[in-house]
């Protein structure tokens, strides 16, 4: 069982920044992918960013791209999440996920297998 370990949340004003870290259990391999969603009170649980464990390639939602930055350190199997200029509408628990096979639909959360517990995100106005 693949266990997913999330640190960084926590309350920030408006125009802020926070990191969050996802850290997997197992060393991840080449096809793996990880994604952040996020779930905001009374709405559906919603793609934030996605990546392959190999690779370069970053995926983004329209509502966070050019200010939330996925990235990874291949010797700690942690992926991050640079938050930057967040707004009050980013509230939300934020989840990472993780599959072993990529797939192309990276951006629904049935795509993946396994989830971290959460870590809750305020922005406050």
């Known amino acids: 069982q693949v266990r997913l370990v999330e640190s960084g949340g926590g309350l920030v004003q408006a125009g802020g920044s926070l990191r969050l870290s996802c850290t997997v259990s197992?060393?991840?391999?080449?096809?793996?992918?990880v994604g952040w969603f996020r779930q905001a009170p009374g709405k559906e649980r919603e793609f934030v960013a996605a990546m392959r464990w190999s690779g370069h390639n970053t995926y983004y939602a329209d509502s966070v791209k050019g200010r939330f930055t996925i990235s990874r350190d291949n010797t700690k199997n942690t992926v991050y999440v640079q938050m930057n200029s967040l707004k009050p509408e980013d509230t939300a628990v934020y989840y990472c996920?993780?599959?072993?096979?990529?797939?192309?639909?990276?951006?629904?959360?049935?795509?993946?297998?396994?989830w971290g517990q959460g870590t809750q995100v305020t922005v406050s106005s």
């Open positions: 996920a993780a599959v072993r096979s990529y797939r192309d639909s990276y951006y629904l959360a049935a795509s993946y297998d396994y």
């Open positions: 197992e060393r991840p391999f080449s096809n793996y992918a």
